[in-house]
């Protein structure tokens, strides 16, 4: 409905999760599947820096896909990213082509993957274009749908794994009306970004920021306008013209 700078060239940072969580849902099997972290994963995951949001998942516990795209999604776990591309595709860089590869199915012709959760590095970069047409894909599956649209979620501790309290990182979800999912994205400096699913009145919107000046009012003005200027015209009114 509106486009600014849509295919401009940008880090995505944790956005790149959405990709990361539909292949998960497409390759990984059964939600309930257990996977267990073995060394060559906890490999990995001891690369991340000291800094890095991670959902606190150690070698030899073991968690089901479910539990870990909670851990991805609500607080942007990178060690979570990796598990699920190691259990996915064997290994990170296999999983990497593995993205770019459903990158171009979907003809996101401005999109490039490097890693799975989507820390800075070289070629890896998106677009807003690309990021609503990949939020509309995710927003159809509903597992994604109800998990990025989940404000906290309690993991039990047991003998396979430790007790996890997780809070949604997403803000917006939190004050504007209707958010029901997405995910944001931010390099710890002044670059942030955010996809947002939001329904009011039965209309669905995907709305997409990248490093605006202020990313939740700009968010907050490109979904009232969407809901409350832009005029909605059913395909049965259109046909009848």
Sequence with gaps: L????GSMHLPMMSTTKLMTG???TQYGGNLDRKITINDAIANDINQLSADSS?????KGETYTLRELLYGLM???GNDAALVIADAI???VPK???LMNQRAQELSLRDTHYSNPHGLLADGHYSSAHDLAVLGKVVMAVPALHQITGSKEYHIPGNNEHAEHFFNNSDQFMYWYPGVDGGKIGWD???NFVQVISC???NHHLIGVTLHTIDWWTDMRDLMNWGFNSFTWLSPREINAN
Excluded: C, I, W
Excluded at 2 to 5: A, I, V
């Design 54 to 58: 991670v959902m606190g998942a150690k």
């Design 74 to 76: 609500l607080p942007s």
């Design 95 to 97: 999983f990497v082509d």
């Design 188 to 190: 710890a400096g002044a």
């Design 2 to 5: 509106y486009e600014h700078n």
């Design 89 to 91: 595709s064997g290994s």
């Design 199 to 201: 329904t009011r009145n």
């Design 22 to 24: 539909l292949l998960a």
